[in-house]
């Protein structure tokens, strides 16, 4: 068995490497059991170990699962859609798309469609991102499928557009009609909120009919939470944590201090009422409008 081989695998899989690709390099049967009974790999899953110690990183985790789906195997689904940043919460399951005839496991969803095309983010292999778009229709609502499509068409580094989606789309696949009704609700400030409470406060804006606002554009040094431009309004959000000691009161008055000193309106909306008094919320936005 050659050793730098193993070492270079085992580098540029972060930590996983396949029954397979050790026999490649001159493992024996005998070598590699002797090797798992003397604790230098770790089984991860049918045929699949990890190298030196039994906990990889994230991307060792998925590099791991995409050996025992096959040759040819990218993440797919939420588990695409994570890997890219896409989504905050690491899936409970990895998503992959496979040839060949892998088994689901659990932790582990294997799928297997016509074609399998694949590129790399981050040094894992991905499908496109309209294919998990897609797969991951099933298992996002449809405002969750909207942040999903502005965080994409935010980020830059991706390449993603909607035109590039719409053709992905032609054909009628499975999953289509969500992620088309996503599309036709496309809403980019959710791709700018910072956090749920603010995706909250701009979903509540077109619930009720008002204009969208712009999420944390830069004023001078500040950046504040809402903004209405053309009315010179102003909405700041103070989170259920917030905002509670004298030094972050203090904070609070000089930044509304600075921002009324340039004509701007600024009004403040706690978590609760946002939760809790939507309507009410709505009616002050758009009286201040108005």
């Not at 904070?251 to 009422?273: H, M, N, P, S």
Request: net charge positive; with cysteine; hydrophobic share 45%.
């Amino acid at each position: 068995m050659r050793m730098r081989r193993v070492a270079e695998i085992v580098g540029r899989q972060f930590g996983a490497i396949a029954r397979w690709q050790l026999l490649e390099v001159g493992a024996t049967d005998a070598q590699i059991s002797g090797l798992l009974r003397a604790g230098r790999m770790f089984r991860l899953w049918p045929g699949v170990y990890a190298w030196g110690r039994p906990d990889l990183p994230p991307a060792g985790r998925l590099v791991a699962a995409l050996l025992y789906a096959g040759r040819g195997a990218g993440l797919t689904g939420l588990t695409n859609l994570w890997w890219r940043g896409l989504l905050h919460r690491e899936p409970d399951a990895v998503h992959i798309d496979a040839p060949g005839f892998s088994r689901s496991r659990t932790g582990l969803v294997v799928r297997h469609p016509p074609e399998t095309r694949r590129t790399m983010h981050k040094d894992v292999p991905v499908v496109p991102l309209s294919r998990a778009l897609l797969v991951a229709s099933t298992d996002l609502d449809h405002d969750s499928l909207r942040l999903v499509l502005g965080r994409a068409e935010y980020d830059q580094r991706l390449a993603f557009s909607l035109a590039e989606l719409e053709a992905d789309l032609r054909g009628g696949p499975a999953g289509c009609r969500a992620v088309r009704a996503a599309m036709g609700a496309h809403l980019p400030q959710l791709a700018r909120c910072a956090n749920g409470f603010e995706r909250d406060f701009v979903l509540l804006c077109e619930r009720f009919g008002l204009p969208i606002p712009e999420p944390n554009v830069r004023k001078g040094r500040f950046i504040p939470d809402m903004t209405w431009e053309d009315k010179k309004l102003i909405v700041e959000l103070d989170g259920k944590d917030a905002h509670r000691t004298p030094a972050q009161r203090m904070k609070d008055a000089k930044r509304q201090k600075w921002l009324e000193a340039r004509g701007y309106t600024v009004i403040r909306f706690t978590w609760a009422q946002v939760q809790f008094r939507q309507e009410w919320v709505a009616a002050v936005v758009r009286r201040h409008l108005t």
